[in-house]
Structure formats: structure tokens, C-alpha cells
């Protein structure tokens, strides 16, 4: 299915990394607003973290002129997914508004769209998620818990989409650009996150789509993303000479 | 037609061919067109949501806030678009702040010590109140009431009722910004902090102050700085000794040796003013607030004593002066040195010789608060000031200490001997949603309600260059617990608390002081909001999330630089046992702050910007310097001053001076609730009692400290690495470009790039022409 083919509606996200500081605002807004369960000490350490939006920071150059660079990385919503083919089950498919669904009640578990996915962006959950019996009033009734055994990642804020969609409807109009927006682009302070609707040609992600400095991530996988990046400013790079960081 | 392999491969993927690969799969391509036979719970809308407008109260600096609530339960924190200083953005404690309301360990009735050693046991709030009364009765003006700063209502209220003991009112902040608001005093005559119009600005010079990360508002200058990157992209120029949120989002970091601040910034004066980048009538003005000159600051002298180098410091000279508006902006650890009045003077002095104060794209003076008798800056008390008082609680002349929202027994340093200090006041009554660390000395600890339960005014500091007051609501009522055996906490406002103990005659309730003040201000007829009665005036502020003015302002009276300690001292650390000598730099967390937050999960799991690390303490340590002295990461590191010693594990990394150990405050708490006891080491208790010579602050970045290997060395809890990295091309992570260059072209060069070095190699390579 190709973005033509879709409603009226392409669900996206433009990330200026240029913008990005690593606060990590995002992060924390998608966990209270997902329902994801605590990164303990003890699952942090077991590389066992559920982190459906990450800020990933790299090292460039050393002392005195170190650079440290971030980028926010989450499920990118391919269109070409390469973890939608490998379910046996479909729970994960491609929806009617361009964007990657994961069906709770479908997954078996087999973790084959975990090991197709080059993003690294879904989570098993390997255990049942707990939270201590006060902290289960802040739980979201819009997102379902995840039980033990299924896989989860990023869904754009599915269920404020649909709020915002229905409250659209019932206004008379069509969805505003900028109405509807994910739970990271909303607490992002310096609007590196940019969620919007790429079919709409005046929308706001599709305008910075089209900056210059606009990429996708593993471009040559081909698996056409609907996360655009645009690249890091350094306004003393020398034009031409490649960059080089290292991880850690 | 030249194809490099990453179009090849991705011109193979997008085609015919691509799609046979995947066909051969089994599945046509129709079949995975799958649609869900019944709705997912997210695609169902259910319940009706409200939004309520209030203020973060302790957790930020004036911050407007929306609160989701559904079903009397609150959801969800995210920022207030109409909110003029955070427009509508967030940080990551925000949600961390919710967490305390529903806290597990959330202290649910009033608790009683019976005697000093005894433990504490639950009593009614009858008995409670009547214990509260002896402590005053009994006190007899020997009284200090101990909050954190407070602006607004409940710093009034709290004044007013030390006052009306006969006692002290105190402010507790283990950060003191009491050299700042001093340096702003001096150089711009303001009592308020100033804002800082990054927006607008070209260039931005800042000094030690982590604004993107920690300082002032976070979200509020993180939107500004949004808008300094688009358009006509400003330039970031940021000093510190280690590299901060704010240091990595900076084009140009320079790391002084710490206490240098101050002979950088007029170091990269005498640059400008060598080289004539300013007009005279900049230079004339400069000259008066420095009447000492820049006599002793030539380049290499200077790149000498602060360990940045002469092509750095001229580089920022000539782009701040060059590339204006430009505006310099000074706090942080720059402050925090025996020179820091000095050191921010001279960071501020900057604005004199660019022409930036109260300029567009400068720094614009705030003005007073609108309300009478209600503050609208707040700092706390010096350390010095802090010294003498508890001299006064061993001494046996104060009877009762009420203590609020600040941990004492953490924030300070050993030297003071806090714990023994308390031992000697009878009647230590403290306030607090989760036992902490104070209350394991306090005889009445009593329940009280988090930000999102009680009233209040917040007027937020630095303000938006206007008058602003915010309002505070509950956003929800007592909670009962699940098991439904009774509420959560039984707890009460602070400001309600003292209201009740006091003789009434300046206000019964908070909710009252609140309507009053939002009356006085409808009274202005002037402001964001405008209403016909006073009742729908306040209705209109609540609903705002407070009140402000855009046609107020004021305007700054340039002063001088205190120059009367120019040169920084630090601790002696040679008594302090063996091992290598550094410079500590404590910083505040990005997510537990100071440690107010560390009780709650999200804030305990949030990873680091910088090193990724959670649920712990680390070491910042130059990666070159940690090879030299064979420390690798996870090696437990004991750091030693002559206060004391604790415990942090080696994290290297190459954005720190070699002579520099950097420590994130907010753990090591004894006493902070599941997720934060007995959790990392608290750098506090180590740092010396150093002193600003002008203001008696505690100089908490002068500490210097010996650091050894234990010997064990234990996994840093970190997200770094526990994913694999999915780089651009090998090596290259994240696309940088230069200005003006596209990502094509950027990808280009780095895919030559990458083809020459493997080549070198080699090990062949193959660029598909």
C-alpha cells in the first residue's frame, strides 16, 4: 500500500535532531501516557528496558573538543515494515491511516517482528507488569496493559488520535493540523518532535519534510519510514569532510 | 550513473525486485493488507477527560502546567500552552511529580516521636494539632521555620507566621542562588532574576549555568531555544568543566578549570575590546561597570589560567560581539566558587559591552511582583547565615523548628554536623509526602498534600519580562485506596496547617488567599484575563492557570561588578588520604534535581542525557585520564575530601576536563521511600565549607577530593549499549551536516569517506558504480 492509497490521513513524524538536547522529556511523557511498566534497576542491567521512544547518545571527538550527539529513535512506522510479513498470527499490520498496529490480543509472542525490525524499537514483555497498588491510579484507561508474553512499541498515541478524530467528527470538521498530537511531541521543550499528517500538503511535518537536510533511517533497507529526520547542524563542519562518531 | 551502495541497496529494495523477495515469502502482498476484526481497546474513546490549569510548585521555577484527570484520578502532566513561560512544553520530571501523589510510601496519618530515640507511631490529627500548639506555645519566639524558597502565597504565609511567633522564617535550597540574585543586584539593580531572550539572539554565551538541563526553567528555555535554532540559526557558546545537556547542545564548549569562569568572560572582553568589535558607547559603558579594568587579562595569561585555549577564547570573543543580539547568561557551578559573585559580575558585565541589556535578543530586567506583600524572587538563606543558625540549635536557643520541603539532613554538607544540630532542638515538626531523611529526627511528622491537592500562587523566577502570577488548584481530592480500607493520605496543605495555628489575621485558608489575591488583581483591570465580577475573574484565572500582564516591564539599573575577590580557592585535599587529586563538580540530576524527586520511579529511571545511567550514582571521569589511572567504568571509586567519603562508579567518558570528577546530586538518601533508600551516595555530604567571600553562599563546586579504586567493580545501570547502534554509515550514527549542506551531499561525503578508510585498510570494497 503506498501513501496515495490512504484516507485522508498518513500519521507522521518529522525529528529535527538539530533541536534535539537529549532531556529526555519525551521519554518519560510516552511512558506515563503508554502505560509502560518500571524500568527497574534490575531490567535496566538485563538490557530488559521497555523504552518505546529512546534518545541514543553518541561520542564524537575526544577532550577538549568532544561533541556528544543525540537522537530520539522509536517505532518508525514503516511502510515497507519488515516485522508486519514475519507474524504468523497479524498482530502486526499496516492501518488505514499509514501507521504500524500492534494487536495486543493477537500476539503469541514469537518475537519475529523484534528480530525483523532493523530499528530495534519493539519490546517483549517478559514479565507480568507490576505496578505498586497506589501507582496504578495514574494508569491511562485509554491504553490496554500489556500482559507477559506479548510484544509492544510505539503506537503514535493510537487512542489520541482516535479522541482527536472523533471529537473532529463531532465539531464538523476535519482534523486540524497540529490538533492531534503524540504524548513526546507535545513535552518536547524545543519541538524536535513534529507529529502531523503527511497527506495534508500544508500540514506542518509535511513542509519539513521537505527541508534540505531531511533523511530516513537505514535508508537502504528500503522500508520507507513515516519518521523523517533532519540531520544535525555543526556550523563549523567543513562541507565535505565526513563525520565520524563512536558509540559509548 | 554512479550508485554508492546505499542507493544501491535501497533502489533494490523499493523495486520489483524487492517485492519478489518478499513475495517468495509465501505471502502475497494483498494478504498483508489485514485489517482487525474488532476494535482495539485504543481505538475505543472512553470517559470523558478534564484538564485542570496549575502550577508545579517546588518541582520548577514557575512552570504552568495541565493536569489530565479522569475519574477523579490524575493521569497525565504536560505543559500550558497559554503559560508564558513554558508555552506548553515539558521536562521529564513533570510526570516524575505525579508520582508522589500516589506515592506507596506516601506518609498517610500524622506520626509522633515520644521521645528523641523512640520510633515514630501514628497518631489522630487531633492529637497532632495539639501537639503542634505546645511546640509554639512552648517556643516562645524561639522559632525558625524551615521551607525551601517560596515565592507567592506560601512564602507570605509562612513569613508571616514565623513572624507572628515571634521567630525566624528560613530558606533551605542545597543549591544556593544567593551569588546570583547578588550578581544580578550588582550589575543590573534588579532584585529579580532577568530573562534572558534567547529567542531572539544570535549569539548565546553562557557560563555553568545548565539552561537547557537543570537551571531556571528547563521547558522554558527549551522552546526558546527551538526558535534560536530556526530561521537565521543562533550560535551557542557554552563554558563548563564537564560537558552538561547545555554543553553538548552548544556549536563552540569551552571547559575552564573551575572558579576560571570570570577570567574567561573578561578574558574574551579583552579580545573584544582589542580588537574594537564594539562601538565606543558600549566600551564607555563597559568601562563603568568594570572600573577595575581588564588590566591582567591578556590571551595567553588568560588561556593560562583557565586552561582553554587562545583560539577558543578568541573565537568566542569574535562571535559574540560580531554575531549579535547577543546576550551571556552566568549561573550553575560558575557560581558556586569563593570568587563566584566575582565570576557572575563578570559573565554579566558581557551584556554592558554588547549592548544587550534590556535589548531584543538580550537580557530584559522582570518586574516586582503585582500582588502586595506577596514575593516574587526567593533564594535561600547563605550558608553562612545557615552556620550561625544552627550554631543558635546547639546552643539550646531554639525551642521549635518547622521544617517544609527542605531535606537538611541531606543538603548539607557533614562539616555542619546537621543531625546533631537537630538533636538539640526540642520540637523538630516536619512536613512531607514521603519520610525523608530530616524527618528520622523530627518528633511530628505530619502529612502533607502534594502540589496537585492544595491552593496556592506561583509567580514563576526568572518571569517572562512582564508580571505573571500562577495559580495553583487542586486538581484532585483525597484518594481512596484500592482496597478501599481507607484514603491514601490524610494529609493537609502546609500553608493551611499554619493558617489554622495562626491568630488569623492574615488569612483563615489558602483558597481564601488565593481569591483574594486573584480579586486584587482583577481590581488592576488590566491583564490576561477580564471578567465583569471578581468571582468570573477568578474562574477565568483558574482556568488559565494564573494571570499576567504584557504591558508591565521594567527596566535594569546598571551597576558595577563586585571585583573585591577575584581569584578562586579551593579546599585542601591533601589531608584528605591517598589517591589522585580532582576537582569535584556536583551537578543537579536531569531527573531527580537536588533529590526532591528521588522517591518516585520515573525520575529514578530516567537515563542520564550524558551517560545514560540510572538508579545510581556515578563518576564522571575523563576517558584519556581514567585509561591513565587504569580505572574502567563500573569501578567503584571512593571519592574522599577532608568532609567525608563516598561511594560513585567510574563512568568515562571523553566531555570532562582530566582534572575534573563530576557527581550527580539526589541520591543517597536514607530515608526517601522504596525507590530511592538507601539508594547511591549523596556528593552533598562530601563537599567542604568553602564560602563566596561577598555573600557567604556555600561554594559547593571549590571542593577538591582524592579519588582510589576500592577494588570491586559492579554494571553502571545504563541504557547505553543496550541497544545496538544502527548507524547512517558505520561510524556515523547521527547525519551531521554543515550549513547549507544537504543530507544528500553529507551522506555522500561520509560514504567516500567511509570507502577511502576501508580501502586503507585493505580489506577491498565495492562503491557499485
Not at chain 2, 579580545?271 to 568601562?287: H, K, P, T
Not at chain 2, 500562587?457 to 518571569?463: L, Q, R
Given at each position: 500500500m503506498t501513501t496515495a492509497e490512504f484516507g485522508s490521513h498518513n500519521w507522521g513524524m518529522v525529528v529535527d535532531v538539530d533541536k534535539c538536547i537529549g532531556c529526555n522529556a519525551c521519554v518519560i511523557a510516552c511512558q506515563a501516557e503508554n502505560n509502560i511498566p518500571i524500568n527497574t534497576q534490575d531490567r535496566v542491567e538485563r538490557a530488559r528496558s521497555i523504552s518505546w521512544i529512546r534518545v541514543e547518545r553518541y561520542w564524537e571527538g575526544d577532550f577538549p573538543d568532544a561533541k556528544a550527539r543525540f537522537i530520539p529513535i522509536m517505532c518508525q512506522h514503516c511502510e515497507n515494515a519488515p516485522c508486519e510479513p514475519v507474524c504468523p498470527v497479524y498482530a502486526t499490520y499496516h492501518n488505514s491511516e499509514g501507521n504500524n498496529v500492534q494487536v495486543y490480543n493477537r500476539c503469541v509472542g514469537t518475537r519475529y517482528c523484534a528480530n525483523a525490525c532493523p530499528y530495534i524499537v519493539r519490546f517483549f514483555n517478559y514479565w507480568e507488569p507490576v505496578w505498586p497498588e497506589s501507582l496504578r491510579n495514574h494508569l491511562n484507561p485509554d491504553v490496554t496493559v500489556r500482559s507477559r508474553g506479548i510484544m509492544e512499541k510505539c503506537s503514535f498515541c493510537v487512542h489520541r488520535i482516535r479522541r482527536g478524530s472523533r471529537q473532529a467528527r463531532s465539531e464538523g470538521h476535519?482534523?486540524?493540523?497540529?490538533a492531534i498530537q503524540t504524548a513526546c511531541s507535545t513535552a518536547c521543550p524545543t519541538s524536535a518532535l513534529n507529529f502531523g499528517n503527511f497527506n495534508d500538503p500544508n500540514s506542518k511535518v509535511s513542509k519539513m519534510k521537505e527541508d534540505q537536510r531531511h533523511y530516513t533511517l537505514l535508508?537502504?533497507?528500503?522500508?520507507?519510514?513515516n519518521v523523517i529526520y533532519l540531520a544535525k547542524i555543526d556550523a563549523d563542519k567543513k562541507v565535505g569532510a565526513g563525520e565520524a562518531a563512536t558509540h559509548g | 550513473m554512479k550508485l554508492n551502495r546505499r542507493e544501491f541497496l535501497a533502489l533494490t529494495g523499493k523495486t520489483a525486485a524487492g517485492a519478489v523477495i518478499f513475495a517468495a515469502c509465501g505471502l502475497p502482498e494483498r494478504e498483508l493488507i489485514v485489517q482487525s476484526p474488532v476494535d482495539l481497546p485504543e481505538d475505543l474513546v472512553r470517559g470523558e477527560d478534564a484538564w485542570y490549569a496549575t502550577s508545579m510548585g517546588d518541582f520548577t521555577n514557575g512552570d504552568g502546567v495541565l493536569v489530565r484527570v479522569m475519574q477523579g484520578r490524575a493521569k497525565k502532566i504536560e505543559g500550558n500552552p497559554d503559560h508564558p513561560v513554558n508555552r506548553g512544553k515539558a521536562t521529564a520530571r513533570y510526570d516524575s511529580a505525579l508520582q508522589l501523589l500516589y506515592h506507596p510510601d506516601r506518609i498517610s496519618e500524622p506520626m509522633l516521636r515520644y521521645s528523641k530515640n523512640g520510633n515514630l507511631v501514628e497518631i489522630s490529627w487531633d492529637q497532632a494539632d495539639t501537639r503542634f500548639k505546645e511546640a509554639l506555645s512552648n517556643a516562645n519566639g524561639a522559632l525558625t521555620v524551615v521551607t525551601n524558597p517560596l515565592r507567592g502565597t506560601l512564602g507570605s504565609v509562612a513569613s508571616k507566621f514565623a513572624a507572628q511567633y515571634g521567630g525566624k522564617h528560613m530558606a533551605f535550597d542545597p543549591v544556593e542562588q544567593g551569588v546570583l540574585h547578588g550578581a544580578v543586584k550588582s550589575v543590573f539593580g534588579q532584585d529579580q532574576l532577568p530573562t534572558f531572550d534567547i529567542s531572539n539572539a544570535h549569539t548565546v554565551l553562557s557560563f555553568g549555568a545548565d539552561w537547557l538541563g537543570t537551571w531556571g526553567s528547563p521547558a522554558g528555555n527549551g522552546v526558546k531555544y527551538g526558535e534560536f535554532r530556526e530561521g537565521d540559526r543562533g550560535y551557542l557558546i557554552h563554558a563548563e568543566p564537564r560537558m552538561s545537556v547545555t554543553s553538548a547542545a552548544a556549536d563552540l564548549w569551552l571547559a575552564p578549570i573551575p572558579g576560571t569562569e570570570g577570567v574567561l568572560a573578561l578574558g574574551i572582553a579583552r579580545v573584544i575590546v582589542g580588537e574594537e568589535l564594539v562601538s565606543d558607547a558600549n566600551l564607555s559603558a563597559f568601562n563603568a561597570v568594570l572600573p577595575d579594568g581588564l588590566n591582567g587579562y591578556g590571551i595567553v595569561d588568560v588561556a593560562n589560567r583557565t586552561g582553554v585555549s587562545i583560539g577558543k577564547i578568541e573565537k568566542a570573543a569574535r562571535h559574540f560581539a560580531d554575531h549579535t543580539p547577543s546576550v551571556a547568561i552566568g549561573g550553575g557551578s560558575a557560581g558556586a566558587h569563593t570568587n563566584g559573585t566575582f565570576n557572575l559580575g563578570a559573565i554579566y558585565a558581557l551584556n554592558v559591552l554588547v549592548g544587550a541589556v534590556d535589548a531584543k535578543g538580550g537580557v530584559t530586567a522582570n518586574p516586582g511582583s503585582a500582588l502586595k506583600d506577596i514575593p516574587a524572587s526567593a533564594t535561600g538563606a547563605s550558608f553562612e547565615a545557615w552556620e550561625a543558625e544552627l550554631a543558635q540549635w546547639r546552643a539550646g536557643n531554639v525551642e521549635t523548628v518547622i521544617i517544609r520541603s527542605a531535606n537538611i539532613v541531606h543538603g548539607m554538607p557533614n562539616s555542619v554536623a546537621i543531625r546533631e544540630a537537630l538533636g538539640h532542638v526540642p520540637n523538630v515538626i516536619a512536613f512531607g509526602a514521603v519520610h525523608d531523611d530530616t524527618m528520622d529526627f523530627a518528633d511530628l511528622v505530619l502529612p502533607e498534600q502534594t502540589f496537585l491537592e492544595a491552593w496556592g500562587t506561583d509567580i514563576p523566577e526568572?518571569?517572562?519580562g512582564y508580571q505573571v502570577v500562577g495559580t495553583q488548584q487542586p486538581v484532585v481530592g483525597p484518594t481512596i485506596s484500592q482496597d478501599e480500607s481507607g484514603l491514601i493520605s490524610d494529609a493537609r496543605g502546609f500553608g493551611d496547617t499554619l493558617l489554622a495555628m495562626s491568630d488569623g489575621s492574615y488569612g483563615s485558608s489558602m483558597e481564601g488567599l488565593v481569591k483574594d489575591s486573584l480579586s486584587d488583581l482583577h481590581s488592576t483591570g488590566s491583564g490576561s484575563v477580564s471578567a465583569s465580577s471578581t468571582s468570573l475573574f477568578a474562574n477565568g484565572a483558574l482556568q488559565r492557570g494564573g494571570w499576567w500582564d504584557t504591558s508591565t516591564g521594567a527596566l535594569s539599573n546598571v551597576g558595577k561588578v563586585n571585583t573585591s575577590a577575584k581569584d578562586a580557592g579551593y579546599s585542601d585535599a591533601g589531608s584528605a588520604g591517598s589517591g589522585t587529586e580532582f576537582h569535584l563538580v556536583p551537578f543537579v540530576s536531569n531527573s531527580l534535581g537536588d533529590g526532591r524527586l528521588a522517591s518516585t520511579p520515573w525520575a529514578q529511571q530516567t537515563p542520564d542525557p550524558i551517560s545514560s545511567a540510572s538508579w545510581s550514582t556515578w563518576a564522571e571521569i575523563n576517558s584519556k585520564r581514567a585509561d591513565e589511572l587504569g580505572i574502567k567504568e563500573g569501578d567503584v571509586l571512593l571519592i574522599r575530601s577532608t568532609s567525608g567519603e563516598i561511594e560513585a562508579l567510574a563512568y568515562p567518558h571523553p566531555g570532562i576536563r582530566p582534572d575534573v570528577i563530576g557527581i550527580p546530586m539526589g541520591q543517597g538518601h536514607h530515608k526517601s521511600g522504596r525507590y530511592a533508600e538507601d539508594r547511591g551516595s549523596n556528593v552533598l555530604s562530601i563537599l567542604v565549607d568553602e564560602k563566596d567571600t561577598v555573600t557567604g553562599a556555600l561554594a559547593w563546586a571549590a571542593t577538591k577530593v582524592k579519588v582510589q579504586r576500592a577494588g570491586r567493580r559492579v554494571k553502571v545501570p545504563k541504557f547505553e549499549g543496550n541497544v545496538e547502534a544502527r548507524p547512517i554509515e558505520p561510524g556515523v550514527p547521527v547525519l551531521v551536516v554543515g550549513v547549507d549542506e544537504t543530507a544528500h551531499d553529507a551522506q555522500e561525503a561520509n560514504h567516500h569517506e567511509y570507502q577511502k578508510n576501508f580501502l586503507l585498510d585493505g580489506e577491498g570494497g565495492d562503491d557499485h558504480e
Amino acid at each position: 500500500m503506498t501513501t496515495a492509497e490512504f484516507g485522508s490521513h498518513n500519521w507522521g513524524m518529522v525529528v529535527d535532531v538539530d533541536k534535539c538536547i537529549g532531556c529526555n522529556a519525551c521519554v518519560i511523557a510516552c511512558q506515563a501516557e503508554n502505560n509502560i511498566p518500571i524500568n527497574t534497576q534490575d531490567r535496566v542491567e538485563r538490557a530488559r528496558s521497555i523504552s518505546w521512544i529512546r534518545v541514543e547518545r553518541y561520542w564524537e571527538g575526544d577532550f577538549p573538543d568532544a561533541k556528544a550527539r543525540f537522537i530520539p529513535i522509536m517505532c518508525q512506522h514503516c511502510e515497507n515494515a519488515p516485522c508486519e510479513p514475519v507474524c504468523p498470527v497479524y498482530a502486526t499490520y499496516h492501518n488505514s491511516e499509514g501507521n504500524n498496529v500492534q494487536v495486543y490480543n493477537r500476539c503469541v509472542g514469537t518475537r519475529y517482528c523484534a528480530n525483523a525490525c532493523p530499528y530495534i524499537v519493539r519490546f517483549f514483555n517478559y514479565w507480568e507488569p507490576v505496578w505498586p497498588e497506589s501507582l496504578r491510579n495514574h494508569l491511562n484507561p485509554d491504553v490496554t496493559v500489556r500482559s507477559r508474553g506479548i510484544m509492544e512499541k510505539c503506537s503514535f498515541c493510537v487512542h489520541r488520535i482516535r479522541r482527536g478524530s472523533r471529537q473532529a467528527r463531532s465539531e464538523g470538521h476535519e482534523v486540524v493540523d497540529g490538533a492531534i498530537q503524540t504524548a513526546c511531541s507535545t513535552a518536547c521543550p524545543t519541538s524536535a518532535l513534529n507529529f502531523g499528517n503527511f497527506n495534508d500538503p500544508n500540514s506542518k511535518v509535511s513542509k519539513m519534510k521537505e527541508d534540505q537536510r531531511h533523511y530516513t533511517l537505514l535508508d537502504q533497507f528500503a522500508t520507507d519510514p513515516n519518521v523523517i529526520y533532519l540531520a544535525k547542524i555543526d556550523a563549523d563542519k567543513k562541507v565535505g569532510a565526513g563525520e565520524a562518531a563512536t558509540h559509548g | 550513473m554512479k550508485l554508492n551502495r546505499r542507493e544501491f541497496l535501497a533502489l533494490t529494495g523499493k523495486t520489483a525486485a524487492g517485492a519478489v523477495i518478499f513475495a517468495a515469502c509465501g505471502l502475497p502482498e494483498r494478504e498483508l493488507i489485514v485489517q482487525s476484526p474488532v476494535d482495539l481497546p485504543e481505538d475505543l474513546v472512553r470517559g470523558e477527560d478534564a484538564w485542570y490549569a496549575t502550577s508545579m510548585g517546588d518541582f520548577t521555577n514557575g512552570d504552568g502546567v495541565l493536569v489530565r484527570v479522569m475519574q477523579g484520578r490524575a493521569k497525565k502532566i504536560e505543559g500550558n500552552p497559554d503559560h508564558p513561560v513554558n508555552r506548553g512544553k515539558a521536562t521529564a520530571r513533570y510526570d516524575s511529580a505525579l508520582q508522589l501523589l500516589y506515592h506507596p510510601d506516601r506518609i498517610s496519618e500524622p506520626m509522633l516521636r515520644y521521645s528523641k530515640n523512640g520510633n515514630l507511631v501514628e497518631i489522630s490529627w487531633d492529637q497532632a494539632d495539639t501537639r503542634f500548639k505546645e511546640a509554639l506555645s512552648n517556643a516562645n519566639g524561639a522559632l525558625t521555620v524551615v521551607t525551601n524558597p517560596l515565592r507567592g502565597t506560601l512564602g507570605s504565609v509562612a513569613s508571616k507566621f514565623a513572624a507572628q511567633y515571634g521567630g525566624k522564617h528560613m530558606a533551605f535550597d542545597p543549591v544556593e542562588q544567593g551569588v546570583l540574585h547578588g550578581a544580578v543586584k550588582s550589575v543590573f539593580g534588579q532584585d529579580q532574576l532577568p530573562t534572558f531572550d534567547i529567542s531572539n539572539a544570535h549569539t548565546v554565551l553562557s557560563f555553568g549555568a545548565d539552561w537547557l538541563g537543570t537551571w531556571g526553567s528547563p521547558a522554558g528555555n527549551g522552546v526558546k531555544y527551538g526558535e534560536f535554532r530556526e530561521g537565521d540559526r543562533g550560535y551557542l557558546i557554552h563554558a563548563e568543566p564537564r560537558m552538561s545537556v547545555t554543553s553538548a547542545a552548544a556549536d563552540l564548549w569551552l571547559a575552564p578549570i573551575p572558579g576560571t569562569e570570570g577570567v574567561l568572560a573578561l578574558g574574551i572582553a579583552r579580545v573584544i575590546v582589542g580588537e574594537e568589535l564594539v562601538s565606543d558607547a558600549n566600551l564607555s559603558a563597559f568601562n563603568a561597570v568594570l572600573p577595575d579594568g581588564l588590566n591582567g587579562y591578556g590571551i595567553v595569561d588568560v588561556a593560562n589560567r583557565t586552561g582553554v585555549s587562545i583560539g577558543k577564547i578568541e573565537k568566542a570573543a569574535r562571535h559574540f560581539a560580531d554575531h549579535t543580539p547577543s546576550v551571556a547568561i552566568g549561573g550553575g557551578s560558575a557560581g558556586a566558587h569563593t570568587n563566584g559573585t566575582f565570576n557572575l559580575g563578570a559573565i554579566y558585565a558581557l551584556n554592558v559591552l554588547v549592548g544587550a541589556v534590556d535589548a531584543k535578543g538580550g537580557v530584559t530586567a522582570n518586574p516586582g511582583s503585582a500582588l502586595k506583600d506577596i514575593p516574587a524572587s526567593a533564594t535561600g538563606a547563605s550558608f553562612e547565615a545557615w552556620e550561625a543558625e544552627l550554631a543558635q540549635w546547639r546552643a539550646g536557643n531554639v525551642e521549635t523548628v518547622i521544617i517544609r520541603s527542605a531535606n537538611i539532613v541531606h543538603g548539607m554538607p557533614n562539616s555542619v554536623a546537621i543531625r546533631e544540630a537537630l538533636g538539640h532542638v526540642p520540637n523538630v515538626i516536619a512536613f512531607g509526602a514521603v519520610h525523608d531523611d530530616t524527618m528520622d529526627f523530627a518528633d511530628l511528622v505530619l502529612p502533607e498534600q502534594t502540589f496537585l491537592e492544595a491552593w496556592g500562587t506561583d509567580i514563576p523566577e526568572p518571569g517572562p519580562g512582564y508580571q505573571v502570577v500562577g495559580t495553583q488548584q487542586p486538581v484532585v481530592g483525597p484518594t481512596i485506596s484500592q482496597d478501599e480500607s481507607g484514603l491514601i493520605s490524610d494529609a493537609r496543605g502546609f500553608g493551611d496547617t499554619l493558617l489554622a495555628m495562626s491568630d488569623g489575621s492574615y488569612g483563615s485558608s489558602m483558597e481564601g488567599l488565593v481569591k483574594d489575591s486573584l480579586s486584587d488583581l482583577h481590581s488592576t483591570g488590566s491583564g490576561s484575563v477580564s471578567a465583569s465580577s471578581t468571582s468570573l475573574f477568578a474562574n477565568g484565572a483558574l482556568q488559565r492557570g494564573g494571570w499576567w500582564d504584557t504591558s508591565t516591564g521594567a527596566l535594569s539599573n546598571v551597576g558595577k561588578v563586585n571585583t573585591s575577590a577575584k581569584d578562586a580557592g579551593y579546599s585542601d585535599a591533601g589531608s584528605a588520604g591517598s589517591g589522585t587529586e580532582f576537582h569535584l563538580v556536583p551537578f543537579v540530576s536531569n531527573s531527580l534535581g537536588d533529590g526532591r524527586l528521588a522517591s518516585t520511579p520515573w525520575a529514578q529511571q530516567t537515563p542520564d542525557p550524558i551517560s545514560s545511567a540510572s538508579w545510581s550514582t556515578w563518576a564522571e571521569i575523563n576517558s584519556k585520564r581514567a585509561d591513565e589511572l587504569g580505572i574502567k567504568e563500573g569501578d567503584v571509586l571512593l571519592i574522599r575530601s577532608t568532609s567525608g567519603e563516598i561511594e560513585a562508579l567510574a563512568y568515562p567518558h571523553p566531555g570532562i576536563r582530566p582534572d575534573v570528577i563530576g557527581i550527580p546530586m539526589g541520591q543517597g538518601h536514607h530515608k526517601s521511600g522504596r525507590y530511592a533508600e538507601d539508594r547511591g551516595s549523596n556528593v552533598l555530604s562530601i563537599l567542604v565549607d568553602e564560602k563566596d567571600t561577598v555573600t557567604g553562599a556555600l561554594a559547593w563546586a571549590a571542593t577538591k577530593v582524592k579519588v582510589q579504586r576500592a577494588g570491586r567493580r559492579v554494571k553502571v545501570p545504563k541504557f547505553e549499549g543496550n541497544v545496538e547502534a544502527r548507524p547512517i554509515e558505520p561510524g556515523v550514527p547521527v547525519l551531521v551536516v554543515g550549513v547549507d549542506e544537504t543530507a544528500h551531499d553529507a551522506q555522500e561525503a561520509n560514504h567516500h569517506e567511509y570507502q577511502k578508510n576501508f580501502l586503507l585498510d585493505g580489506e577491498g570494497g565495492d562503491d557499485h558504480e
